[in-house]
Structure formats: structure tokens, C-alpha cells
């Protein structure tokens, strides 16, 4: 396995269990421990690990992973969640898809559907249904942010402000014990709030790294979303949760990568 397919690996394994250690990396890739410790000291250069004794641990939960490593994570799990997902759009609606790499997924589930109007402050969804021709794709107003193609601030809530939608699909950088639905940007977070107010019906894509993930920025409660899509049973206190405020949860599996 090359450098390129190994670090975003080690991201997902630090942020599934909090530490990744040279031994086991290297056991589990079967190179040598003096590659292991390269892969780390580049990650750590760039920020996305921090160096201890025998191995790294994540940095502070205060910034998101790199986009491009995002796309590259889970993406089995990302396609199932995706496909079940689209599976409960129905024809002949109005939909928002927000930020995110596992909305993009959904948009890529959607090329078969007819007759939708989707509003999107995504660029990359918005490039993508441009292959559905009887999707009608409408861009909010934002300030663009380029390391995602996401479209965000003040101008972004004015546009979300002049619609109400039938369905948003949103995702989220993290999800707490107590259910909460977590991000990184405070701007970000201004527009998923305004989405959330918009849409008369809500739905999540989250897969399990978003459940050992911190972020510093409270968006919503899922017991203001109507269904979960994840790829792994979610942690016994969230689904207690759940239950209560009558939030579905679908599990969906990996999928093929």
C-alpha cells in the first residue's frame, strides 16, 4: 500500500480509537516501523496528528480533517448510506443538500430521479446534478469556501431564508453522546441552523467515525431530525435517545469500498 492510501487509513484508526501506535501500524500495513514513523512525522507536519511516545494521537478538536482526505474515508460506508438514503427521497419534491462529502454521496444516488428542485449551498452537488436533467439545481448566495466548495455566511442564511423545502439531508462533522450534531465552523453552523428551520422534514447521513469525533460548534439535537443513516449501530446512550424522541436509525453496513 502506498503513502497516499496508507495516511488517510491511520486518520480513520486515530479517530476511531483516539491513538494509533508505530507497532501496530506497522504490523497492520506490513511495512517496517521506520515507514510508520515517516507516515507519522509527515502527519504531524501537516497537522493532522501530534506525535507521543511510540506513536501519535489526534490534535485538538478545533479544525475539520482536510477535505480531500474526507472524500478518500469510509467511502463504502458513505455509497450504502447514500443509496438507502435516496432510497427514501421521493420523486416530485423540493430538497436542500448541504455541505458535505456524504451529501455529495446522496446527489450521486439522485441522477435517477425526476422531477426535483434541489437547493444546495454545495458546489460539489450542484456539479454533480448537473448530469440529472430533470433536476432543477438552484445555488444559494455565500462566500465561498474553497477548500470544499461550500458556500457559507450571512448571504447563505438570507438565500436558505426565501425557500421552504420539503426535505433537507445534512451532515455534520461530529455527534456527541447526548446526540448533538456538531461542526467545526460557526458560520457553517449559522447555515445548518437555517436549513433546519426551512425544511419541513430532516434527515442525517453520518457514518461511525462521526460518533469518536469532536468538534467545538453545536448545531441541533437529533430529536429535531426525523432519520439517522449510518453505517454502524450508533452508541447505546444515542439510540436510547433516539428512541425517546422518536428519531429513526437506519443501519445500512459498510458497503463495498
Not at 479517530?15 to 514513523?37: C, E, M, N
Not at 432519520?227 to 445500512?252: H, K, M, N
Amino acid at each position: 500500500m502506498t503513502q497516499t492510501l496508507r495516511h488517510p487509513e491511520i486518520l480513520e484508526i486515530a479517530r476511531r480509537d483516539g491513538k494509533v501506535t508505530v507497532d501496530r501500524l506497522a504490523a497492520h500495513f506490513g511495512v517496517t516501523l521506520q515507514t510508520i514513523r515517516r507516515d507519522l512525522s509527515d502527519l504531524a507536519e501537516a497537522g493532522r496528528l501530534e506525535r507521543v511516545h511510540g506513536g501519535a494521537v489526534l490534535p485538538s478538536g478545533t479544525s475539520n480533517v482536510a477535505y480531500e482526505e474526507r472524500r478518500a474515508l469510509n467511502t463504502g460506508a458513505k455509497r450504502a448510506m447514500a443509496r438507502a438514503c435516496a432510497a427514501q427521497i421521493p420523486n416530485g419534491i423540493s430538497l436542500f443538500l448541504n455541505i458535505g462529502t456524504s451529501t455529495e454521496a446522496v446527489a450521486q444516488e439522485l441522477l435517477h430521479h425526476t422531477d426535483l428542485l434541489v437547493i444546495t449551498n454545495n458546489m460539489n452537488v450542484a456539479r454533480i446534478l448537473t448530469a440529472n436533467p430533470d433536476c432543477e439545481v438552484i445555488l444559494t448566495g455565500g462566500q465561498l469556501r474553497r477548500s470544499d466548495g461550500g458556500l457559507i455566511g450571512a448571504l447563505a442564511v438570507e438565500s436558505i431564508r426565501a425557500f421552504k423545502f420539503d426535505l433537507a439531508v445534512i451532515g455534520c462533522s461530529a455527534l456527541d453522546a447526548e446526540g448533538d450534531l456538531l461542526d467545526f465552523d460557526i458560520q457553517e453552523v449559522g447555515v445548518s441552523r437555517a436549513i433546519l428551520a426551512q425544511s419541513r422534514r430532516t434527515f442525517v447521513v453520518a457514518d461511525h467515525s462521526k460518533f469518536s469525533r469532536k468538534a467545538p460548534a453545536r448545531i441541533a439535537s437529533l430529536s429535531a431530525v426525523e432519520t439517522l443513516f449510518t453505517d454502524q449501530p450508533v452508541p447505546p446512550p444515542v439510540a436510547e435517545a433516539c428512541a425517546g424522541w422518536s428519531t429513526r436509525i437506519v443501519v445500512t453496513g459498510a458497503g463495498p469500498r
